[in-house]
């Protein structure tokens, strides 16, 4: 192949330019909208915002001022919000009167522990895009981005995810709006098998430690708006149900949560090959969604009410976090087995992987001997990585038929359980172990 890449790859690379840097235009016979992440700021703001900014136009500058209280809005997001979502929402509300200052930031590959301090992924990087917005409403923002297509064959460089506790110590937020949720979706291997209890336990074991933090500690805010993913083209509604009605178990009068799939209509215009990322008038459309859920509260006075109730504020995390009899967390189980590999998921291709830059795959082995721990079944599935920093794992080295000694944890609450994985075996009701020295290749514990 003399060392070139193959075309569809080519053309994937393409894409992720125009997705993350807005430098180009996505065709669309139907769509004269320029590309949501591009340098003009204004270039997403053509639709018609809530009546109480129906006096604004232009870039803001001539916007009427707010006489009363104006909020701090903190926005987090994940890939989606790198694709247009995270510029167009800071956009809109960088202009609105009711806001006096917005700050927006935007990591590929984040679940809701990446943005905290303690847990698994306290040290979590992104190296797939990073992107902030930060500073007052009515002045030039700061911005800071490191995506996709900003240089011609330059991948994004690693950046440290910024935490939640040190971010509402610096902008006391009255608002605090949470894009995440997409890469909980990988929990579910096959996208579409859902086992109930197992799955329950890993969602909740993302949302808890965030929800009993913003419980606890973050004074300032008046309202959290959790925006769940749109429609994913990779898992079924079953699955997407499932995990919005986990994330609305914590409604609260403090909390409300958004079902993206009633914003913007599936499938969408420009899609990226992995069948989730898109971007144009579609990503438009989502942020004015949620843009609308927000000023309307602006405009009923949500400034102005009388502060929360901490004690009433996300029951089911307060509940949680209030025992003091709860069992200390569940130390994952330890095995050492002999095993022989039977069976093997197939890698997944690039342009169904990025802008992601990690993967898995699934191995069933026969147990012939458990050496150390305890394991009843006759087989198991190992998670190995596929690719690392995109690099592709030497997994030719595997052979069906021949036996290994395994050291493996229990993948449940490893840092790999919510990557893009493979897992077409047939045996996803089989719990799953991950190899002891794999563990300590995730990408932010090897720093």
Not at 59 to 88: E, M, Y
Not at 161 to 174: A, F, I
Not at 242 to 251: D, K, V
């Amino acid at each position: 192949m003399n060392g070139r890449p193959p075309f569809p790859a080519l053309l994937l690379v393409l894409f992720l330019g125009l997705v993350f840097s807005g430098h180009g235009r996505a065709h669309e016979e139907d769509d004269e909208a320029d590309c949501p992440c591009a340098s003009n700021p204004d270039a997403s703001t053509q639709t018609s915002p809530h009546q109480l900014f129906k006096n604004i136009s232009g870039g803001g500058r001539g916007a009427p001022q707010s006489t009363g209280p104006r909020a701090r809005v903190l926005i987090l997001g994940d890939s989606l919000g790198l694709c247009g979502f995270g510029k167009t929402l800071d956009s809109k509300l960088r202009k609105a009167p009711g806001v006096g200052g917005v700050y927006t930031y935007l990591a590929c590959g984040t679940v809701p522990l990446s943005w905290l301090k303690t847990g698994a992924l306290a040290k979590a990087h992104t190296g797939c895009g990073f992107w902030t917005i930060e500073g007052k409403s009515g002045e030039h923002p700061a911005e800071f981005q490191d995506t996709f297509g900003m240089q011609r064959g330059k991948r994004p460089d690693s950046h440290a995810v910024p935490k939640l506790e040190t971010l509402l110590e610096e902008h006391h937020p009255d608002i605090l709006v949470i894009q995440n949720g997409t890469n909980l979706l990988s929990l579910f291997g096959d996208g579409k098998t859902i086992l109930p209890h197992r799955h329950d336990s890993q969602i909740r074991s993302y949302l808890n430690p965030m929800m009993q933090l913003l419980a606890q500690k973050a004074p300032s805010l008046k309202k959290v708006y959790w925006v769940g993913p749109p429609v994913s083209g990779r898992v079924t509604a079953d699955v997407q149900d499932f995990l919005l009605h986990r994330l609305a178990s914590y409604e609260c009068a403090f909390l409300n949560v958004i079902d993206s799939r009633g914003l913007i209509r599936h499938p969408y215009r420009n899609t990226m090959p992995d069948k989730e990322h898109f971007i144009g008038r579609d990503m438009d459309a989502w942020a004015e969604g949620v843009f609308q859920h927000i000023s309307k509260d602006l405009s009923e006075g949500l400034l102005s009410a009388a502060p929360l109730s901490r004690s009433a504020l996300l029951p089911a995390a307060a509940k949680t976090a209030g025992k003091s009899d709860a069992p200390p967390p569940k130390q994952r189980a330890r095995l050492v087995v002999s095993a022989k590999l039977i069976a093997k998921s197939e890698p997944l291709p690039l342009e169904k992987l990025q802008p992601y830059q990690e993967s898995m795959v699934s191995f069933v082995y026969h147990v012939d001997e458990v050496l150390a721990g305890e394991y009843l079944d006759a087989e198991i599935v190992v998670m190995h990585p596929a690719h690392i920093r995109l690099k592709a794992e030497p997994l030719g080295s595997y052979k069906l038929g021949s036996s290994y000694k395994l050291e493996l944890l229990d993948f449940d609450g490893s840092p790999w359980e919510a990557i893009k994985r493979s897992e077409d075996t047939g045996r996803i009701e089989l719990r799953p172990f991950i190899r002891k020295e794999d563990e300590a290749r995730f990408p932010s514990l090897a720093r």
